[in-house]
């Protein structure tokens, strides 16, 4: 059991992609390499993303229907994949406040943050880092965006209990998504190499001491739950 008590608040609804013929449904954690992913369901499943300019997050996916029973798809091979916390925060900032990944995401024309974050006034473009995790850190799962609220969230179920029965990290992508596709049978299924900062840099480079504590007390329910640590590689 995870330390904060479950509530219907926290577990938000979830953007999940049905692979009704494999049996199968992707369940998205945001800025967990979801546009790759789609991208790549995209053409397993038919959909032609030209008319979005390739961008699957404009687009009608597949989508399971509610069923009753144990875990989140009774009877799916549910599927996620996560990623380190701490390098989460500094994707986020790095797509959402800095406007460093273009590929799909757009940004409010006079807030200057992308649409996602435009609604609440506590989000600036340009902000420096330290605000940003401030922001994050004061904004509980019950209010925050979907880029930004808890791993956990998406993957376990009421009682706090984790509801799938594949996860992945983000840190080991496309070996993880290779075993996916495997244990569901679907063969010659890669992943491109989308949404990314054009300079890669170390997530340690961007905290203090001061910044690391904060997310590392901000989600400590999801280090705890997928054994994370500051700076880990996997």
Same mark, same amino acid.
């Given at each position: ?75 799916? $091979?549910?599927?996620? #994949?996560? &990623?380190?916390?701490? %390098?989460?925060?500094?994707? =986020?900032?790095?797509?959402? +406040?800095? !406007? ?65 029965? $594949?996860?992945?990290? #983000?840190? &080991?992508?496309?070996? %993880?998504?290779?075993?996916? =596709?495997?244990?569901?049978? +679907?063969? !010659? ?46």
């Amino acid at each position: 059991m995870l330390g904060i008590e479950p509530s219907r608040e926290d577990h938000s609804p979830r953007t999940a992609v049905l692979l009704e013929a494999y049996n199968a449904v992707y369940i998205e954690v945001p800025k967990v390499a979801c546009s790759s992913i789609r991208i790549a369901l995209a053409s397993l499943l038919g959909i032609d993303l030209n008319a979005a300019g390739v961008n699957s997050h404009e687009v009608d996916f597949p989508e399971p229907r509610p069923q009753a029973g144990p875990g989140l798809y009774p009877g799916l $091979f549910a599927f996620a #994949f996560v &990623r380190n916390p701490w %390098d989460r925060v500094v994707s =986020c900032y790095r797509d959402k +406040i800095l !406007g460093e990944v273009r590929d799909f995401t757009r940004f409010h024309p006079t807030r200057d943050v992308a649409y996602c974050l435009a609604g609440s006034d506590a989000f600036q473009g340009g902000m420096p880092f330290e605000g940003f995790v401030e922001v994050i850190a004061a904004t509980p799962d019950g209010e925050a965006d979907e880029h930004f609220r808890s791993q956990q969230t998406f993957v376990t179920d009421d009682t706090r209990q984790l509801a799938v029965d $594949f996860l992945g990290r #983000f840190e &080991r992508l496309d070996q %993880d998504f290779q075993r996916v =596709c495997q244990e569901v049978g +679907i063969g !010659g299924l890669r992943l491109p190499f989308v949404q990314a900062a054009p300079t890669p840099r170390d997530c340690k480079e961007y905290y203090t001491p001061s910044t690391q504590r904060l997310v590392g007390e901000r989600f400590a329910d999801d280090i705890k739950l997928f054994d994370y640590s500051f700076g880990a590689s996997d």
